[in-house]
C-alpha cells in the first residue's frame, strides 16, 4: 500500500485566494482526519470522518474552512478565502476501525501551505 | 488551552546515553496515550502508546512510563541513536476506542554522533 497520499506537497498562494488541499486515505480504512501543524500549538485536530460521514468538526478554525469526503478514498481540505494566518502544514491522517490494529493513526506527508 | 504539554521544545543527548522525553496532561477523562515522531518533511509515526490501565508499556529501546497521579507520561529511549533525532508528539484520547486524539506542541531530539 502507498500510504496516505496528499496533494500538493506546497502550497504558495496570495491572500483571498482560495486553496484545496487533497487526500486519499489508506484502502479498508474507515477513518479520515485532517490536522494543521503549526510551532504554537502543534498538531491540532481539525475535522475527522467515519465511513465518509464528518463526525466532529469542532477544530475547524471558523467558516473560511469546509472539507468533504465525498466517497472512501477521497476528501479535501477548503480554504476560501486563505489568509496569511493559515499559513501551516497540514496533515491528512487515516485508521482503521477499533479491532483491525488499534487506534493507531497513518499520517500522510503533509502539505506546507504558504499565505502571502 | 492545551490539554496535552510538553514543556520541553528541544532536547540534545549523546549517542548511546538515555533520552527522556516528557508529557503532562490536565484532563483525567484521558485513558490512552501515544508517541508520534516525526522526521522532517515527513508525517508523523506511530511509535508506542499505553492504556492508563499499565504505568510501564516496553518495544525494543523504547519506553513508555505512566503515572496517572501527576498526571505525566515520558518517554524513555535507551540507548539514542543519531536515527531517534526527530520531533517526538505526545497524544492523549479520551477513552480506548475514540479517534479523537490531543497532540502536544512536540519535543526536538537532537542525537548527538
Known amino acids: 500500500d502507498a500510504g496516505v497520499i496528499q496533494s500538493p506537497r506546497h502550497e504558495v498562494t496570495e491572500m483571498g485566494q482560495e486553496v484545496t488541499l487533497r487526500c486519499k486515505p489508506i484502502?479498508?480504512?474507515?477513518?479520515l482526519f485532517w490536522y494543521r501543524q503549526t510551532m504554537m500549538r502543534g498538531l491540532e485536530l481539525l475535522i475527522y470522518?467515519?465511513?465518509?460521514?464528518?463526525?466532529?468538526d469542532s477544530g475547524m478554525p471558523e467558516d473560511r474552512f469546509s472539507a468533504k469526503m465525498p466517497n472512501a478514498s477521497f476528501s479535501t481540505l477548503k480554504i476560501q478565502p486563505s489568509e496569511p494566518r493559515d499559513s501551516a502544514v497540514y496533515f491528512c491522517a487515516s485508521s482503521a476501525r477499533l479491532g483491525d490494529g488499534g487506534n493507531e493513526q497513518f499520517f500522510g506527508p503533509g502539505t506546507r501551505l504558504t499565505v502571502l | 488551552d492545551q490539554q496535552v504539554k510538553q514543556n520541553s521544545p528541544s532536547l540534545s543527548v549523546q549517542e548511546g546515553r538515555i533520552s527522556i522525553l516528557n508529557c503532562d496532561y490536565t484532563?483525567?477523562?484521558?485513558?490512552?496515550f501515544l508517541w508520534y515522531k516525526k522526521y522532517p518533511a515527513e508525517g508523523p509515526t506511530f511509535l508506542i502508546s499505553i492504556s492508563s490501565i499499565k504505568d510501564k508499556n516496553e518495544d525494543g529501546r523504547f519506553t513508555v512510563f505512566l503515572n496517572k497521579s501527576a498526571k505525566h507520561l515520558s518517554l524513555h529511549i535507551v540507548p539514542s541513536q543519531p536515527g531517534d533525532s526527530a520531533v517526538y508528539f505526545c497524544?492523549?484520547?479520551?477513552?480506548?476506542?475514540?479517534?479523537?486524539?490531543?497532540f502536544g506542541t512536540g519535543t526536538r531530539l537532537k542525537v548527538l554522533a
Open positions: 484532563n483525567s477523562m484521558f485513558d490512552y
Open positions: 497524544a492523549a484520547s479520551g477513552h480506548s476506542g475514540t479517534y479523537k486524539y490531543i
Open positions: 470522518f467515519n465511513n465518509n460521514v464528518p463526525i466532529d
Open positions: 484502502s479498508g480504512h474507515d477513518y
